[in-house]
């Protein structure tokens, strides 16, 4: 996030609190839908607990999303560095931008792929071991 959510389509600085706020709430069509979706959610008894409505104009994000001046608040830097001290860092190095991303693969590790066996192995033989005893009349429901 950044400094305002109209500068970066993160929903809108104040609450929504019916359908027709986020209708006319001036964001994109993208940041309309995730506003709606909160709203719907939010409608929900299992999703109540999470109050998406309070929160739909913030894109179901309770916390702080926005950061102040930085003669009010702090800034990201400020929060980062004290992080840093506080890890036991003392030096701080400047970010690194990753600009080129290369695709190295999908799929599980050899551990997990011999895990992975393994269980379907354990499926297989449960299968079967059920398909044999509904078979036998040993299968009671």
Do not use: N
């Amino acid at each position: 996030m950044s400094k305002g959510a109209s500068d970066t389509g993160a929903g809108t600085d104040r609450s929504l609190t019916t359908w027709d706020d986020i209708e006319l709430a001036p964001v994109s069509a993208h940041v309309r839908v995730l506003m709606r979706t909160c709203w719907r959610l939010g409608g929900l008894t299992e999703y109540e607990p999470l109050r998406l409505r309070a929160s739909a104009h913030t894109l179901g994000y309770r916390g702080h999303i926005l950061t102040k001046s930085r003669a009010y608040s702090t800034t990201y830097a400020a929060l980062r560095a004290q992080r840093a001290r506080h890890m036991g860092h003392a030096d701080l190095f400047d970010a690194v931008t990753e600009r080129h991303w290369r695709y190295v693969g999908s799929g599980h590790t050899p551990g997990a792929a011999l895990l992975a066996v393994g269980v379907a192995e354990d499926l297989a033989e449960s299968r079967r071991l059920g398909l044999e005893a509904r078979q036998e009349g040993e299968w009671v429901r």
